[in-house]
């Protein structure tokens, strides 16, 4: 059986690793110089493994290599029976799937984002997490691990959410609650992390918060502060996007190699 794994940084080479070591023919297309040829590396694919997000620019998303490739010229390079199988894919059917999107997949994921999280903020705090103040804005799956990785941590932990079920929860866990629109917790804030991704922190949210403490935005763009705000208001913010591939993409490849292994399986193909 063989199977392409094109595109993509430090996680598609533990992705395409884990099914060679599963027993697959795996042939590798712009994972690094190469000058495999596109119809070689896809002939006889009966799938073809692309990176989250699979593209930029409407071109193969090629961080470690040169190769400079439409995205649909990839489409079309397959057989008629190939599967495709990408992040934030363009088109999704049946030959077409974003992986990104399956609940196993998130819940996954949400590790290596969050612990990449808590390294950035050891870089930027002045003190120990232990005994900060923590606001995490958003309580979904990297919201809540996160959450629990900072109680761990001893520190004090404000969650922000919209839902008063959330909150519940939240306040179960342990944690001090506040909906969208309470600026008081950002007055003794000395880290923030934002996990939703459309704009919750503002200016009024921005004033509030005190010099030298950074907010660390998780959330894909456009993220959810306002940057232009942000720089007005003299307050530091770290878009951390794709921290799974840089702080720990091998436990972050192997969460794509394992979801895919189920779709393909769903799709009537085992290895």
Not at 93 to 110: G, M, P, Q, T, V
Not at 121 to 138: I, M, R
Not at 222 to 251: C, F, H, Q
Request: proline share 3%; aromatic share 6%; net charge negative.
């Amino acid at each position: 059986m063989k199977i392409a794994v094109a595109g993509g940084d430090l996680r598609m080479h533990t992705v395409a690793q884990m099914f060679s070591d599963s027993g697959a023919e795996c042939v590798k297309f712009g994972l690094e110089e190469t000058n495999v040829a596109l119809t070689d590396a896809f002939k006889d694919a009966v799938a073809v493994i692309l990176p989250l997000p699979c593209c930029k620019g409407g071109y193969l998303n090629t961080p470690m290599s040169n190769v400079l490739i439409n995205i649909g010229d990839i489409f079309s390079a397959g057989g008629e029976k190939t599967i495709f199988l990408g992040g934030k894919m363009p088109i999704i059917d049946e030959r077409h799937i974003d992986y990104s999107l399956r609940e196993e997949f998130l819940i996954k994921n949400a590790v290596p984002t969050a612990e990449g999280a808590i390294e950035i903020a050891l870089q930027e705090l002045n003190t120990t997490l232990n005994g900060a103040n923590a606001v995490v804005v958003g309580y979904g799956r990297i919201g809540k691990y996160l959450a629990e990785i900072l109680k761990g941590l001893n520190c004090n932990v404000s969650v922000i959410a919209r839902k008063e079920s959330a909150r519940a929860t939240a306040e179960i866990s342990g944690h001090t609650t506040f909906a969208f629109g309470e600026i008081d917790v950002y007055k003794s804030a000395d880290i923030v992390f934002n996990t939703v991704p459309f704009t919750v922190i503002g200016d009024t949210e921005l004033k509030a918060i005190h010099r030298g403490t950074a907010i660390i935005d998780l959330a894909s763009l456009p993220g959810g502060v306002d940057e232009e705000s942000a720089k007005t208001n003299n307050v530091k913010m770290i878009r951390a996007l794709a921290l799974p591939g840089k702080t720990a993409p091998e436990t972050a490849g192997r969460v794509i190699f394992e979801t895919v292994v189920t779709i393909l399986r769903e799709q009537g193909v085992c290895l």
